[in-house]
Nanobody, 115 residues
Framework: QVQVVESGGGLVQAGGSLRLACAASGSIFSIGTMAWHRQAPGKQRELVGF???????NYADFVKGRFTISRLYAGNTVALQMNSLKPEDTDVYYC?????????WGQGTQVTVSS
């Protein structure tokens, strides 16, 4: 099976930065897309951005110009660099990996932005 693990969450002041990491491991032959989502209590999970095979990225409007998704090293690891953080960015952030047309999700990492 495939395991997805996020790391790097924490507490930061408004205007600050955090870098999250996502690693996928297990029975992986090919990953088509990796993605970041976020979810607040009582709300639906929303898309933050996609990292497509080949390195192309796409972002939700509310993070454009502030967040960047990139591949850390050859393999199955991506990073979410978050700059100019706002209190409304406070959420649990989830990483997912599409492996052989199946989506695998991590448990999430908490990001809290204070003002």
């Amino acid at each position: 099976q495939v395991q997805v693990v996020e790391s790097g969450g924490g507490l930061v002041q408004a205007g600050g930065s955090l870098r999250l990491a996502c690693a996928a491991s297990g029975s992986i032959f090919s990953i088509g897309t990796m993605a970041w989502h976020r979810q607040a209590p009582g709300k639906q999970r929303e898309l933050v951005g996609f990292f497509y095979s080949g390195g192309v990225t796409n972002y939700a409007d509310f993070v454009k110009g502030r967040f960047t998704i990139s591949r850390l090293y050859a393999g199955n690891t991506v990073a979410l660099q978050m700059n100019s953080l706002k209190p409304e960015d406070t959420d649990v952030y989830y990483c997912s990996a599409n492996v052989d047309d199946n989506d695998y999700w991590g448990q999430g990492t908490q990001v809290t932005v204070s003002s």
